[in-house]
T-cell receptor
Framework: AQTVTQSQPEMSVQEAETVTLSCTYD???????LFWYKQPPSRQMILVIR??????QNATENRFSVNFQKAAKSFSLKISDSQLGDAAMYFC??????????FGTGTLLAVQP | GAVVSQHPSWVICKSGTSVKIECRSL??????MFWYRQFPKQSLMLMAT?????????EQGVEKDKFLINHASLTLSTLTVTSAHPEDSSFYIC????????????FGPGTRLLVL
């Protein structure tokens, strides 16, 4: 069975600085997708970025980028120029052949002004 | 694009009553919708997968007679918590998958249920 691990329960970053959130996963599948979702205090889950496993190029979305290391089964999220609005719980998720999402336990990110 | 709504956003009910939560995909057709439950400061727990026109598939440990799911159209799925009890109090979130993009789930804003 697939698993997703987020080893950082909490992280803190200064406004305008860069922070990296870690995520590792375990799977025997070759085709899958990886996602980062953001859940602010409103609790609305927002898709931040997604990565197709067959693509070697790391996905980027404005200030958000990933470091996808398929052999190491690592999928970290880098947030550049952090803003106060980035403060939220971040969930890493795996989507494979079952068509279900498997979520990590989340990382609570605080942004200090 | 890819907007999912949920109604109601907040509901308080008495123990023993039933509560229906609606999940709608507003600008796309969703052949598959998912229902999750989330406890405070925890991750999302998948309850069931709902496919349009067929019976929902429930995760192990989820009582299908207690949590009734109906997916009657390509834009609407409903979750009915029957004979609700205080232990059913939680945050319920739905998600939907656009039939043109089978990999990404888009989430509704969630429904807070409090059973007194």
């Amino acid at each position: 069975a697939q698993t997703v691990t987020q080893s950082q329960p909490e992280m803190s970053v200064q406004e305008a600085e860069t922070v990296t959130l870690s995520c590792t996963y375990d799977t025997s599948e070759s085709d899958y997708y990886l996602f980062w979702y953001k859940q602010p205090p409103s609790r609305q889950m927002i898709l931040v970025i997604r990565q197709e496993a067959y693509k070697q190029q790391n996905a980027t979305e404005n200030r958000f980028s990933v470091n996808f290391q398929k052999a190491a089964k690592s999928f970290s999220l880098k947030i550049s120029d952090s803003q106060l609005g980035d403060a939220a719980m971040y969930f890493c998720a795996y989507g494979g052949a079952t068509n279900k999402l498997i979520f990590g336990t989340g990382t609570l990110l605080a942004v200090q002004p | 694009g890819a907007v999912v709504s949920q109604h109601p956003s907040w509901v308080i009910c008495k123990s023993g009553t039933s509560v229906k939560i609606e999940c709608r995909s507003l600008d796309f057709q969703a052949t598959t919708m998912f229902w999750y439950r989330q406890f405070p400061k925890q991750s999302l727990m998948l309850m069931a997968t709902s496919n349009e026109g067929s019976k929902a598939t429930y995760e192990q440990g989820v009582e299908k007679d207690k949590f009734l799911i109906n997916h009657a159209s390509l834009t609407l799925s409903t979750l009915t918590v029957t004979s609700a009890h205080p232990e059913d109090s939680s945050f319920y979130i739905c998600s939907a998958r656009d039939w043109t993009d089978q990999e990404t789930q888009y989430f509704g804003p969630g429904t807070r249920l409090l059973v007194l």
